[in-house]
């Protein structure tokens, strides 16, 4: 439903970009559990990106944290299927949640903000920073213009992401395009 990037997993207040401390970059995905379980999120991590090799900061670690008992199980299962896959160890965490603390705006919705024509959209759309970060549609066409997600998908929900007939062309010119 919502997608924010931040930090988390370290003890020092307050992070910021420049001032980390020991805290990972990482994202907060917000869903619903009628339209995607906590496993189908895992399979969407376990797939984008290469575990078997070992970060080299704090900050780009790659982990998965967990809410609950039942994410865990999940998520170490998970990762135990990854090494066997992989036939070699997986450099993922898997560490309970704590405190998250979000990035700084220009951090947030990173493809969107490269795609000026529809960020000048959804900044008439949400002129407050923290209403486009807690957008829905704005995650969405985030994700569109990140390569994820296909055209048929975002022909079936393009009337609900709020854009102009220009700004709608655009987004299915863009994802048509990374189809081919």
Known sequence: MRTQVGYAGG???DPTYHNLGDHSE???VEYDPSRVSYAGLLDVFWSSHYPA?????RQYASAVFYHDEEQKR???ETKEREADKLGGQVYTDIVPAGAFYPAEAYHQKYRLRLTPALMDEFSRMYPADDDFVGSTAAARVNG???GHGTLETLQAELDDLGLSPEGRQKLLDMVAARSH
């Open 26 to 28: 990482t994202i907060q």
């Open 53 to 57: 090799r070992p970060s080299y900061s």
């Open 144 to 146: 569109y213009l990140g």
């Open 74 to 76: 999940l998520a170490l």
């Open 11 to 13: 003890t020092t207040q």
